[in-house]
T-cell receptor
Framework: DTGVSQDPRHKITKRGQNVTFRCDPI?????LYWYRQTLGQGPEFLTY????????KSRLLSDRFSAERPKGSFSTLEIQRTEQGDSAMYLC???????????????FGSGTRLTVV | AQSVTQPDIHITVSEGASLELRCNYS??????LFWYVQSPGQGLQLLLK??????LVQGIKGFEAEFKRSQSSFNLRKPSVHWSDAAEYFC???????????????FGTGTRLQVTL
């Protein structure tokens, strides 16, 4: 088990360009989450999936943001027409939600740092 | 809405001294509670979590936390701090035992720990 992997680790893009990030969760985890963290702040929830279904989206997720998890495994987060305010660390996490009580192994990846210039 | 308050933005302790980081939460029921640590430019590492049962929770790296329902607190402690503990510490709350799941996490703004030799 290699943990939660995110790619790329760093991304510098010009304002107005589109960017896409990838997250590979822990293989047996059925839930996948995206968070955004700006400097000096704690992570803020963006959205999460259970298998391939997107169950919740934060109001922070504007219409320029879209997330997918087509086969219930890896996920992508796309930002269209990037703005300087999108500069942040984008964190992915995964967990396992079973039939019983509990949600286990809420594990974060190392994040993708986006800089919009 | 759930919220987390970490009243100390920055704490400095001497190596070998004891440590307590404060965390207060606001939630409608007994929530799932987490402490994470983040080194500069890195993702979040789980130190410990509380779901139910014993209110004193042991974690990795010699950390422990105590859930106090009456005070809505989940303070993190370590009896003897090492220089390698210098990092940012985040408290988070998510879901409730009654709902049987921790989906999105709400984080505090973090406490930066500095360790002097």
């Amino acid at each position: 088990d290699t943990g939660v992997s995110q790619d790329p680790r760093h991304k510098i893009t010009k304002r107005g360009q589109n960017v896409t990030f990838r997250c590979d969760p822990i293989s047996e985890h059925n839930r996948l989450y995206w968070y955004r963290q700006t400097l000096g702040q704690g992570p803020e929830f963006l959205t999460y999936f259970q298998n391939e279904a997107q169950l919740e989206k934060s109001r922070l997720l504007s219409d320029r943001f879209s997330a997918e998890r087509p086969k219930g495994s890896f996920s992508t987060l796309e930002i269209q027409r990037t703005e300087q305010g999108d500069s942040a660390m984008y964190l992915c996490a995964s967990s396992y939600r079973g039939s019983g009580i509990g949600n286990y192994g809420y594990t974060f990846g190392s994040g993708t740092r986006l800089t919009v210039v | 809405a759930q919220s987390v308050t970490q009243p100390d933005i920055h704490i400095t302790v001497s190596e070998g001294a004891s440590l307590e980081l404060r965390c207060n939460y606001s939630y409608g029921a007994t929530p799932y509670l987490f402490w994470y640590v983040q080194s500069p430019g890195q993702g979040l590492q789980l130190l410990l979590k509380y779901f139910s049962g014993d209110t004193l929770v042991q974690g990795i790296k010699g950390f422990e936390a105590e859930f106090k329902r009456s005070q809505s607190s989940f303070n993190l402690r370590k009896p003897s701090v090492h220089w390698s503990d210098a990092a940012e510490y985040f408290c988070a709350v998510g879901g409730t035992y009654n709902t049987g799941t921790a989906s999105k996490l709400t984080f505090g703004t973090g406490t930066r720990l500095q360790v002097t030799l």
